[in-house]
Nanobody, 121 residues
């Protein structure tokens, strides 16, 4: 059982930056594909970004391309989401998830509890 803990959320003004972290309890974290998702109030959870095991492949939702960067440090069991040029519409609870492959959120086996990101205008 892999436990994931997100951190780094908070309140930021539009145009600002935040770096989210997702830290795992297991050293086997490096064996997992890790994705970031978000859910805004009244909306369905949506995909944000994903990174493969070796950090050689990433994918982003159109909403974050050019502004968000996903990375990982397997020695620290941590995946990061650097978010720049934040917009009010980025306000959401951000979740990380670990799974065996890229794909729909249903393929992810483990989820964190989420961290709130609020962007003020």
């Amino acid at each position: 059982q892999v436990q994931l803990v997100e951190s780094g959320g908070g309140l930021v003004q539009a145009g600002g930056s935040l770096r989210l972290s997702c830290t795992a309890s297991e050293r086997t974290f490096s064996m997992y594909v890790v994705g970031w998702f978000r859910q805004a109030p009244g909306k369905e959870r949506e995909f944000v970004a994903v990174i493969n095991r070796s950090a050689t492949s990433t994918n982003y939702a159109d909403s974050g391309k050019g502004r968000f960067t996903i990375s990982r440090d397997n020695a620290k069991n941590t995946v990061y989401l650097q978010m720049n040029s934040l917009k009010p519409e980025d306000t959401a609870v951000y979740y990380c998830a670990a799974g065996s492959r890229f794909g729909h959120e249903s393929v992810y086996d483990y989820w964190g509890q989420g961290t709130q990101v609020t962007v003020s205008s």
